[in-house]
């Protein structure tokens, strides 16, 4: 029988986040590297200083499956400290992590050949099965850590109960497939020891946050957490989706993701990061979320009345800011007169301080014309006029794709409920 295991869930680490970055001509490296890599530190300095007893890596451990020699030195130094501390590390893959062609080795791979019985890595297959969930000993005692690798939709097209099958009815199988193996999986376990589940999944109502909730991600299988919650687990690990939550605060099992380590775009400027703990017991578990130091992401947006100074409004708004060491884009409205007059040699003086000038974007001013362009009337479509007004709004052209099918979606379903009257 284990006492309560402290267990440190991590995912989505993405090494290799370049974007807003520069080389330090110190050490030669990218300077978000460098960031991402003082993140993952301050995990681990806290997590050893928690004295845990287990580390579960819930996929993506690097931006791209094909990370240079130079990002897998900086993350393998990480995870050694643990198992230097004797603390055994389970890593599963993330879609991140997966090589295009069969046969190639995953990015965490690598960790197969380090420390010896310390690194337990699973790729691309569940431990289902014969493959039966390895249950970990720690210095607290054994907890069973089933595993639930990314599975693609390509991989589950190559079977041949699959293949065939239309775009629905592929998705289906997909969630029922999932869904057996989440609830098969802990049935060869032991009873009176602690079981928890490791998945890289989308999980239905899960808050998106910005990285992820700037896509739609129809293509994503995805199952509810009632059946993770009530599948027999004492913790459910989940990666995939960058901000923390728990889906089931109110259940023994929490169902939680960790999120990111750090902030892959301005999708995630105002997302806390972090380091999450659980305290897991035969019958449950506790989490507790850490708050760590990562580079602020600020937006500096400005909208005047026509006429206005533009380069003042900016200056002021900059200056109201801390962004020192800050990734800093500036927003701004204004028409094509008006943007000739806009001093940006005085903007860019004023964001000096800042770590990195993540650009300007100019949002056109709406005019008369425009708006008359829009007048709606009992003549036009919805989707029509969605598409008119998402043609007038640069602002709103990151999510036109999923703005304009949703209209579609309530322009159809509308339709049919007044046909069916």
């Known amino acids: 029988m284990s006492d309560e295991i402290k267990c440190l869930h991590l995912a989505d680490l993405h090494f290799g986040v370049e974007i807003y970055g520069t080389t330090n001509s110190q050490t030669g490296l990218n300077t978000r590297l460098e960031d991402f890599s003082r993140s993952l530190e301050q995990i681990i300095d806290h997590a050893l200083q928690e004295e845990i007893d287990l580390c579960v890596f819930a996929g993506d451990a690097y931006r791209r499956h094909t990370p240079s020699p130079t990002q897998q030195r900086e993350l393998v130094k990480h995870f050694c400290r643990l198992a230097d501390e004797g603390v055994p590390t389970v890593m599963i893959s993330g879609n991140h992590d997966i090589p295009v062609m069969h046969g190639k080795a995953s990015s965490i791979d690598i960790f197969r050949s380090l420390r010896p019985g310390l690194f337990h890595v699973y790729v691309n297959q569940p431990t289902w099965g014969e493959n039966k969930p390895p249950i970990i000993e720690t210095k607290r005692g054994p907890i069973a850590v089933c595993c639930l690798p990314y599975i693609s939709p390509s991989f589950l097209r190559s079977i041949e109960s699959f293949r065939n099958l239309g775009r629905e009815d592929f998705l289906d199988q997909c969630e029922g497939f999932i869904n057996t193996v989440v609830e098969t999986m802990p049935e060869s376990l032991p009873d009176d020891i602690p079981r928890m589940l490791v998945a890289h999944l989308t999980v239905e109502r899960a808050k998106l946050g910005g990285y992820r909730g700037s896509m739609l991600m129809t293509d994503d299988i995805q199952i509810t957490p009632a059946n993770l919650a009530n599948a027999g687990y004492d913790y459910v690990a989940l990666g995939h989706i960058h901000h923390f939550q728990n889906l089931s605060p109110h259940e023994d099992a929490p169902v939680v993701y960790s999120g990111s380590i750090d902030r ?51 200056v002021e708004e900059i200056e109201a800011e801390e962004i020192e060491d800050a990734v800093v884009r500036v927003r701004f409205k204004a028409d094509d007169k008006e943007i000739q007059h806009i001093d940006m040699k005085r903007i860019h003086e004023a964001l000096k301080p800042a770590y990195h000038k993540a650009g300007f974007i100019r949002i056109p001013r709406e005019t008369s014309v425009r708006r008359r362009s829009l007048s709606l009337s009992s003549d036009i479509a919805l989707s029509d006029a969605m598409s008119a007004y998402l043609r007038e709004h640069e602002e709103w052209k990151e999510d036109g794709d999923d703005l304009l099918k949703r209209a579609k979606e309530i322009e159809k379903t509308v339709q049919s409920a007044l046909e069916n009257e």
Do not use: H, Q
Not at 291 to 301: K, N
């Open 264 to 314: 892959v775009d301005f999708g995630e400027r105002d997302e806390e990061k972090g380091c999450v703990i659980a305290r897991i017991r035969r019958g449950g578990a506790e989490v507790e979320f850490t708050p760590i130091r990562v580079r602020p992401f600020i937006e500096i947006s400005v909208e005047t009345e026509p006429g206005a100074d533009i380069t003042e409004a900016i």
